[in-house]
């Protein structure tokens, strides 16, 4: 792992510090799903007592995400990028990602497809184009393309 990944991954783990609630909590978790232009997240605490809380991200945490995107893609050795990402906090401090480079991500809103051009032009992956060229093409409608990635067996949300 390179430097300038490990900041983006400490910065990402900050905003989840400062927009922790008040009181115990246990950990946080920002999940994100994206593409080159487009993404959708959403953070959630685990409290202590047993609830679950979630906590307002800001644009800055988003832009982290896409910037550790396409820095971590850089060091691929195929230059696939990923679709999903996860930041888990703890009360302590410690903090942990997962990464998801294989499934397309199930957005609630479904980007145009200028937007899924231009993912696939900075990240060629024919076999999951495949799945939504239909929507590219303009011959499915929106509604069709978000149950079907839903549906799509490994398909990831925020």
Request: proline share 4%; glycine share 6%.
């Given at each position: 792992?390179?430097s300038?990944i490990e900041r983006?991954?400490?910065a990402i783990?900050?905003?989840i510090?400062e927009v922790?609630?008040?009181?115990?909590w246990?950990?946080g978790?920002y999940?994100?799903?994206?593409?080159?232009t487009?993404?959708?997240?959403?953070?959630?605490?685990?409290?202590?007592d047993g609830?679950?809380?979630?906590?307002?991200t800001?644009?800055?945490s988003?832009?982290?995400?896409?910037?550790l995107?396409?820095?971590?893609?850089?060091?691929n050795n195929?230059?696939?990028?990923?679709y999903?990402?996860?930041?888990t906090l703890?009360?302590?401090?410690?903090?942990?990602f997962?990464?998801n480079y294989?499934?397309l991500?199930?957005?609630?809103?479904?980007p145009?497809?200028?937007?899924w051009l231009?993912?696939?032009?900075d990240?060629p992956?024919p076999?999951?184009?495949?799945?939504i060229q239909?929507?590219?093409?303009?011959k499915?409608?929106?509604?069709v393309i978000?149950e079907?990635?839903?549906k799509?067996q490994g398909?990831?949300k925020?």
């Amino acid at each position: 792992m390179n430097s300038e990944i490990e900041r983006l991954q400490s910065a990402i783990a900050l905003e989840i510090y400062e927009v922790r609630p008040e009181g115990e909590w246990i950990e946080g978790t920002y999940r994100v799903i994206c593409i080159t232009t487009f993404l959708e997240g959403a953070c959630l605490f685990r409290l202590k007592d047993g609830t679950e809380k979630s906590g307002d991200t800001s644009y800055r945490s988003s832009q982290l995400f896409f910037d550790l995107r396409k820095e971590m893609a850089k060091l691929n050795n195929n230059g696939h990028a990923w679709y999903a990402a996860s930041c888990t906090l703890s009360d302590v401090g410690k903090f942990r990602f997962e990464f998801n480079y294989d499934h397309l991500p199930a957005f609630e809103i479904i980007p145009d497809a200028e937007r899924w051009l231009l993912e696939f032009k900075d990240y060629p992956r024919p076999e999951l184009q495949s799945k939504i060229q239909d929507w590219i093409d303009g011959k499915a409608e929106p509604a069709v393309i978000v149950e079907r990635l839903k549906k799509w067996q490994g398909a990831v949300k925020a």
